[in-house]
T-cell receptor, first 113, second 112 residues
Framework: AQSVTQPDIHITVSEGASLELRCNYS??????LFWYVQSPGQGLQLLLK??????LVQGIKGFEAEFKRSQSSFNLRKPSVHWSDAAEYFC???????????FGAGTRLAVHP | DVKVTQSSRYLVKRTGEKVFLECVQD?????MFWYRQDPGLGLRLIYF???????EKGDIPEGYSVSREKKERFSLILESASTNQTSMYLC???????????FGSGTRLTVV
């Protein structure tokens, strides 16, 4: 069965520091992969997505993610975190013919000034 | 701008009540989904629909049903609400043109 694992439940970084959020997936075919962000009290916003081609994907708000098939990973990165990046981040894989999204449990990011 | 609209932002219901959560999209999407979001569990798929009057169970369908009488509207029904259904409910639709999902703002349901 398809699944997504986000190993880190909480991460705290200092403003200006670099960030990497981990995501591992289990999926039999070529996956469609997504990262979403959810600020408190808000809905989900798409940061970036990977379907095929270049394995380094650029997204909004300065985020990027790299698809590594050999490691079944799709880690999210940002070189310099801003206080406004504090939110919950979800990795997801598109699954099956009905295009269901399977989500990880999320990583909550806190940013210290 | 494309939109998925959930009719209520906050809802408080009593145990045993029948509860309807409504979701409307204006993008002419075939696929629509209902997710439940709980802390530490992420989003879990309850039901989805790939066409009018067509529905499929997701990972946690127990205690829920759905209705899709029109393409733009997908309703989640709690037949007899229980306190363990207190949660955030998110609706989404999917467009094949850009493999794009659009989420609603969510309905926070409290069952007392």
């Amino acid at each position: 069965a398809q699944s997504v694992t986000q190993p880190d439940i909480h991460i705290t970084v200092s403003e200006g520091a670099s960030l990497e959020l981990r995501c591992n997936y289990s999926y039999g075919a070529t996956p469609y992969l997504f990262w979403y962000v959810q600020s408190p009290g808000q809905g989900l916003q798409l940061l970036l997505k990977y379907f095929s081609g270049d394995t380094l994907v650029q997204g909004i708000k300065g985020f990027e993610a790299e698809f590594k098939r050999s490691q079944s990973s799709f880690n999210l990165r940002k070189p310099s975190v801003h206080w406004s990046d504090a939110a919950e981040y979800f990795c997801a894989v598109g699954s099956g013919g009905y295009n269901k999204l399977i989500f990880g449990a999320g990583t909550r990011l806190a940013v210290h000034p | 701008d494309v939109k998925v609209t959930q009719s209520s932002r906050y809802l408080v219901k009593r145990t045993g009540e029948k509860v309807f959560l409504e979701c409307v999209q204006d993008m002419d999407h075939e696929n629509m989904f209902w997710y439940r979001q709980d802390p530490g569990l992420g989003l879990r798929l309850i039901y989805f629909s790939y066409d009018v009057k067509m529905k499929e169970k997701g990972d946690i369908p127990e205690g829920y049903s759905v209705s899709r009488e029109k393409k733009e509207r997908f309703s989640l029904i709690l037949e007899s609400a229980s306190t363990n259904q207190t949660s955030m409910y998110l609706c989404a639709s999917y467009g094949a043109a850009d493999y794009g999902y659009t989420f609603g703002s969510g309905t926070r349901l409290t069952v007392v």
